[in-house]
């Protein structure tokens, strides 16, 4: 599987503060890196795993972007740390059995969509008429 996920800090000051005390619970450095954005983001990467910064992005002043999973067949498993540098470049399209997106673009068709759906003159709301009336009583 290969994993994506995009983040945008929108505030700052709250991802220093998650900084400050990861490096405060860090007896041994007293660097400081903390101070800056790319610091911070450094120290919070390092500290928390992917999949928790994904659940917690918002406390940690994130807000998610977009974000792909691609679940790729292989006939042999890579060698440790072989795809490292350029994780997504050795997939071949051939292999993926199965891609989830995640985007705002998609929120945004889906809610044309809907509204679409609403406003289609096509649609019947008598249809339900034609259906018969649920029997409580019988199980």
């Known amino acids: 599987m290969l994993i994506r ?3 945008a ?6 991802l220093r503060a998650h900084a400050q ?5 860090d007896d041994d450095e007293s660097t400081e890196t903390s101070g800056t954005v790319h610091g911070a983001l450094g120290l919070l990467f390092g500290e928390f795993e992917p999949d928790e910064i994904a659940s917690r992005h918002t406390e940690f002043g994130l807000e998610e972007g977009d974000s792909t999973l691609w679940v790729a067949a292989s006939d042999e498993p890579a060698e440790p740390g ?5 994780p997504f470049e050795q997939v071949d ?3 993926v059995v199965c891609r989830f997106d995640v985007s705002a673009v998609f929120d945004d068709e889906d809610l044309e969509d809907d509204l679409d759906d ?4 096509s649609l019947d709301e008598d249809e339900d008429e034609d259906l018969d009336p649920l029997d ?3 199980r």
């Open 93 to 95: 399209p051939q292999q």
């Open 5 to 7: 996920r995009d983040y």
């Open 9 to 14: 800090v929108v505030e700052p000051q709250r």
């Open 118 to 121: 609403e406003l289609d003159p």
């Open 21 to 25: 005390r990861i490096e405060a619970a």
């Open 136 to 138: 409580a009583t019988t």
């Open 82 to 86: 072989e795809w490292l540098e350029s």
